[in-house]
């Protein structure tokens, strides 16, 4: 089965900029999502095929996808931003989720 | 605004069924694919199951295919979630969420199913 790889932890300081990596096989020919969840709280997307944010989600989140990874990159990155991060992909007709990566802002 | 609201969680046995329910409204239900995705406590995000608009086709992950049944009723605007033979390991928090193509803008709340004796 697919699997999508990302490091289980990412910390950066207020200010900079985080990138949350997302590995898989030729994962650059498929459209890649990311969702943001905090604790207790539903999942929220905020990036889908590849580069696009949905509308209210600010503008220093953005979206790299090429080879076999795609990239969240967080620009600025803020106090609230410190959450879990999943990456998604499709393989033939199932979803499949990365495994998470809790980003810490400190 | 779109709201998607599951029920229908609770706890119970080794080998027992539950149905899930998820409601919504904000949206022309019957012209969006769904998909059920749970989470186990303290652990990822898992793909459960995914309906096609209509219903005519569903797709399941491997863990549950051939226990788990994914239905739905447009004319009533509710996604079901039939969960037979369950596991201790099926224990999470389900969540329904809208497909907009190939990506979940819209989750609900989830609802917990435990799965214990």
């Known amino acids: 089965s697919y699997e999508l790889t990302q490091p289980p932890s990412v910390s950066v300081s207020p200010g900079q900029t985080a990138s949350i990596t997302c590995s898989g096989d030729?994962?650059?020919?498929?459209?890649t999502c990311w969702y943001q969840q905090k604790p207790g709280q539903s999942p929220v997307l905020v990036i889908y095929?590849?580069?696009k944010r949905p509308s209210g989600i600010p503008e220093r989140f953005s979206g790299s996808n090429s080879g076999n990874t795609a990239t969240l990159t967080i620009s600025g990155t803020q106090a609230m931003d410190e959450a879990d991060y999943y990456c998604q992909a499709w393989d033939s007709s199932t979803m499949v989720f990365g495994g998470g990566t809790k980003l810490t802002v400190l | 605004q779109v709201q998607l609201v599951e029920s229908g969680g609770g706890v119970v046995q080794p080998g027992r069924s539950l149905r899930l329910s998820c409601a919504a409204s904000g949206f022309t239900f019957s012209s969006y694919a769904l998909h059920w995705v749970r989470q186990a406590p303290g652990k990822g995000l898992e793909w459960v199951a995914l309906i096609s608009y209509d219903g005519s086709n569903k797709y399941y992950a491997d863990s549950v295919r051939g226990r788990f049944t994914i239905s739905r009723d447009n004319s009533k605007n509710t996604l079901f979630l039939q969960m037979n033979s369950l596991r201790a390991e099926d224990t999470a928090i389900y969540h329904c969420?809208?497909?907009?193509?190939?990506?979940?803008?819209?989750w609900g709340q989830g609802t917990l199913v435990t799965v214990s004796s």
């Open positions: 095929q590849d580069t």
């Open positions: 030729k994962l650059g020919d498929k459209y």
């Open positions: 969420a809208r497909d907009l193509g190939g990506y979940l803008n819209n």
